[in-house]
T-cell receptor, first 113, second 111 residues
Framework: DTAVSQTPKYLVTQMGNDKSIKCEQN?????MYWYKQDSKKFLKIMFS???????INETVPNRFSPKSPDKAHLNLHINSLELGDSAVYFC????????????FGDGTRLSIL | QKEVEQNSGPLSVPEGAIASLNCTYS??????FFWYRQYSGKSPELIMF????GDKEDGRFTAQLNKASQYVSLLIRDSQPSDSATYLC???????????FGKGTMLLVSP
């Protein structure tokens, strides 16, 4: 029944490691997003994809690489993790363009030791 | 740079009162406006969206938009303790322009 699902919910790892977060939506949406919410709760877009095509890449370090195998999935791979990467990462989806309502997943809390 | 400004709060109201949450935006090209509710440790949940000047009502919630003043508000009538959360305002331009979020206003409704 889950509309936008992310895995894992929690990720604790050491600096320098590589990790991936997966996202899937069953809403029939064609646009998917990754957001980062920092410790001050500020929610900032990182990437968006429409029908597997990258639309937005908001000055994110190239250690972050999104991949969209199909329009229902958007994964995020992070290389060489740094302390500043600790945050909650949210996946979201919408039907059509960015000015349509977006539905969020439950988030992945990433903690770097 | 596109910005959405909100008072961080907390905004404290007694149960049953009207809570008024406000937001201003800098991009005159913004066309779509959203209010999300986020409980602590949870994901943002869409409450309302509004595209046209004026008021839009949905149950206890009313969104108000004034494009001339670049101002959006959310009114919550008959506030309940379960409404206690952070409310995020967001705006977007046309097409694939970025959805920009404010930093959120914390609302506390006391019984």
């Amino acid at each position: 029944d889950t509309a936008v699902s992310q895995t894992p919910k929690y990720l604790v790892t050491q600096m320098g490691n590589d990790k991936s977060i997966k996202c899937e939506q069953n809403l029939g949406h064609d646009t998917m997003y990754w957001y980062k919410q920092d410790s001050k709760k500020f929610l900032k877009i990182m990437f968006s994809y429409n029908n597997k095509e990258l639309i937005i890449n908001e000055t994110v370090p190239n250690r972050f690489s999104p991949k969209s195998p199909d329009k229902a999935h958007l994964n995020l791979h992070i290389n060489s993790l740094e302390l500043g990467d600790s945050a909650v990462y949210f996946c979201a989806s919408s039907l059509g363009q960015h000015n349509q309502p977006q539905h969020f997943g439950d988030g992945t809390r990433l903690s770097i030791l | 740079q596109k910005e959405v400004e909100q008072n961080s709060g907390p905004l404290s109201v007694p149960e049953g009162a009207i809570a008024s949450l406000n937001c201003t935006y800098s991009d005159r090209g913004s066309q779509s406006f959203f209010w999300y509710r986020q409980y602590s440790g949870k994901s943002p949940e869409l409450i309302m969206f509004i595209y046209s000047n004026g008021d839009k009502e949905d149950g206890r919630f009313t969104a108000q938009l004034n494009k001339a003043s670049q101002y959006v508000s959310l009114l919550i009538r008959d506030s309940q303790p379960s409404d206690s959360a952070t409310y995020l305002c967001a705006s977007a331009g046309s097409g694939y322009s970025t959805l920009t979020f404010g930093k959120g206003t914390m609302l506390l409704v006391s019984p």
